[in-house]
């Protein structure tokens, strides 16, 4: 049986809303907050790995070419790697409503 | 049953405890406190009883560890009192709404400021909303007795709440009373061992305290009310085992000479003692008053409350601390609002009182008696305030 992403009803709720299947955050797509999308220029890009390793979200992911993108399901837009990017290989762009 | 010995409340508050098996204690033991804690870590310490006692550096902190330890699935306990249990404040929602069974003790005390340390319930109501089940003694024997039914009450399977005892500061834990102890055998008899729903463990993972979306929190809340309202049905059924082992009667609504009375005074806490006399001495003078006592704050025990003041023409709530601004002491509006639809609903007379430790004596309630009779409007009055 699939899993409901979360209770229908109030009476569905687990006491104390205890959830008893690890991982399943991953099921909460968070991307929707988002209002700006992180875009790589591959051509400046030096491949160090810094938006990597900076993403407090944990959603960039590195290509089998070694550049990087990301999970834009979890992305929230933060722009932190834009901001850490030295070589300014990342602009941030505006989503359209 | 024991024979009768004399002991101090807060240190019979802790001998409670001490019977009840517990795992792990959490306390932070500075001023405004009682005897609990000192005690408990006595206890603990002597080797009476196999428990971890954590010494944390505040009540933020005392509570947020036993709210972890009982995650664990051990059976914990807290003490504090006035301002520690505000430093508690921010936590304790989320310890109802994991549905941890943490069983607290409060020795009611006035909260700052101006400073004060002595008895009145300032400090227990800015928590009413917290999702705990609030219960209040009225004397020493009461303080044993709800102490262990507390950790039954709270671990039960169908409530799985925590709980916290309310006990007046000095009125009641500084007092020494002739108190009977259950034997460690019956206490084993009356309750049984935790069962957890679900444990904290690394070899099974889970999660507890969830992030919730706007999508599901409303849904976790209503939840959350309905398992606090629900459990009144498993703390009377607690209460009953109670009484049939022990022999003392415990109901969320206690009532006093209240056959045939059309003037009813309402108080929750140790002033009840004080009450029952004024109510003995109104009776033998012929007046028809009687005594409520609210034991059960939350869940509030409306249907009890309603059986207990029925032909009552003036309630007479004495209320412990104000919700200023508003419209008086938190348990007259509450029963105010409560009552609101009721066709005859008695008149409701505020009486705010006993603030910071101020007596009320036999006498002063036997003059509230005559004001309320006397009083025109609903409006609330801070009792012998000098004018």
């Known amino acids: 049986m699939k899993q409901k992403k979360w209770p229908e009803a109030w009476h569905e709720v687990t006491p104390g809303c205890m959830v008893f299947t690890p991982g399943s955050a991953s099921t909460y797509k968070t991307g929707s907050w988002r209002a700006q999308r992180p875009i790589w220029e591959n051509k400046q890009c030096i491949k160090c790995g810094i938006c990597y390793m900076f993403c407090p979200e944990g959603c960039i992911s590195e290509t089998t070419e070694g550049f990087f993108e990301a999970n834009l399901d979890y992305c929230k837009g933060c722009g932190i790697c834009a901001h850490e990017c030295w070589p300014q290989a990342i602009a941030m762009i505006e989503e359209e409503v | ?387």
Request: include cysteine.
């Open chain 2, 1 to 387: 049953m024991g024979k009768r010995i004399g002991m101090e409340v807060g240190i019979a508050a802790a001998e409670a405890v001490g019977l009840c098996n517990i795992d792990v204690a959490a306390v932070y033991p500075i001023t405004p406190q009682s005897h609990i804690a000192e005690h408990l870590s006595d206890i603990v310490h002597d080797g009476r009883i196999d428990a971890e006692f954590i010494t944390v550096e505040s009540e933020h902190s005392s509570i947020s560890a036993c709210a972890g330890a009982s995650a664990t699935g051990a059976r914990v306990y807290t003490a504090t009192s006035s301002q520690g249990l505000m430093y508690m404040h921010e936590i304790l929602p989320i310890v109802s709404a994991m549905r941890l069974p943490v069983v607290m003790g409060n020795a009611n005390r006035a909260v700052s400021g101006p400073l004060n340390i002595w008895n009145d319930h300032t400090d227990i109501m800015p928590q009413r909303d917290s999702g705990w089940i609030v219960m209040h003694a009225e004397n020493g024997q009461e303080v044993i007795d709800m102490t262990i039914q507390s950790f039954k009450i709270a671990e039960h399977a169908d409530v799985m709440l925590p709980t916290v005892l309310n006990m007046d500061g000095f009125q009641l834990t500084h007092m020494i009373e002739p108190l009977e102890f259950p034997t460690q055998a019956e206490v084993n008899k009356f309750l049984p061992d935790r069962v957890p729903y679900a444990t904290l463990h690394p070899d099974k993972p889970m999660s507890m305290g969830c992030f919730n979306m706007p999508e599901i929190f409303t849904e976790t809340l209503k939840a959350k009310d309905t398992a606090l309202i629900n459990s009144k049905k498993t703390i009377v059924k607690i209460w009953n085992e109670w009484e049939k082992q022990f022999g003392r009667a415990y109901k969320p609504v206690e009532t006093y000479k209240t056959k045939g009375a059309d003037t009813m005074i309402l108080t929750m806490g140790s002033m009840g003692e004080t009450a029952s006399v004024a109510v003995d001495e109104l009776r033998k003078a012929g007046k028809p008053i009687g005594l409520v006592k609210l034991r059960l704050w939350r869940p509030f025990p409306l249907e009890e409350l309603r059986m207990a003041i029925k032909g009552c023409k003036t309630l007479i709530v004495m209320d412990r601390a104000v919700s200023f601004g508003g419209a008086g002491g938190p348990v007259a509006t509450e029963i105010k609002s409560l009552l609101f639809h009721d066709k005859d609903r008695p008149r409701i007379v505020d009486f705010i009182m006993g603030l910071g430790g101020r007596d009320v004596t036999v006498e002063n309630f036997i003059d509230m008696v005559a004001r309320a009779g006397k009083k025109k409007d609903e409006s609330y009055e801070y009792y012998g305030v000098r004018e």
